[in-house]
């Protein structure tokens, strides 16, 4: 490969994500799961390669990468699918923590966190069936600590934590049968996305040209 399509391919990659994100909002809001068949599972490994194309981190790389086997797991309504993409989502802030390192994060934000998640599982613990309460509550403090820490990193990554937190909130609403938005798939695949991208941009402008 020429040292002109190497330059290149970053940003091809970064389209090809762009284009695939937004087959899937429009297939979110018109209902069409064919469509969310074919461009969900397209959106993280696009954005993973658009990552290692950038020689970003491998950590950033894996937890993109398992947010696409938590996608992956999502689109099916078989038993136990949703455990296991909230396994494969627990398993990337994990990545997420680690790269974020031993930064400072202000202690009015952690503290801002730690409220709203008490007041979310206080609020959401009687609608959600018995066997999921543990595992949400045990993914709800990894969520919001990826949240909170990614805000050490700056504006952008900080953003993409907020967001990546409201996008799962409004999924455990759903399944705690709790009120939610008009349109409120469209609201979580899109906030989703934008955490990622956001999360992606935040670590890449921090650690340029990292290999973890």
């Given amino acids: 490969m020429s040292g002109r399509a190497t330059h290149r391919l970053p940003g091809a990659l970064l389209a090809a994500f762009a284009l695939a994100a937004l087959a899937e909002l429009v297939s979110v809001a018109v209902d069409a799961r064919t469509g969310q068949l074919l461009a969900k599972p397209l959106l993280m490994p696009l954005l993973a390669a658009y990552v290692a194309a ?123 049968e709790a009120p939610q938005p008009p349109a409120a798939n469209l609201w979580i695949m899109l906030t989703y996305l934008a955490a990622q991208a956001l999360l992606t941009a935040g670590i890449l402008r921090s650690r340029p040209r990292t290999h973890d």
């Fill in 54 to 176: 950038r020689g970003g981190p491998r950590l950033l790389v894996a937890a993109l990468l398992l947010g696409w086997g938590g996608d992956v797991f999502l689109l099916s309504s078989a038993d136990g699918a949703f455990l296991a993409g909230m396994g494969c989502f627990a398993a990337g802030h994990l990545c997420y923590l680690v790269l974020f390192g031993r930064r400072r994060t202000r202690a009015g934000l952690a503290l801002g966190y730690g409220l709203a998640l008490v007041v979310a599982l206080a609020l959401l613990w009687s609608g959600l069936p018995a066997e999921l309460r543990v595992p949400v509550a045990v993914y709800s403090l990894l969520l919001a600590a990826t949240a909170c820490r990614a805000s050490a990193l700056g504006p952008l990554a900080g953003a993409g934590g907020a967001l990546f937190l409201l996008s799962d909130t409004l999924i455990a609403t759903g399944v705690a």
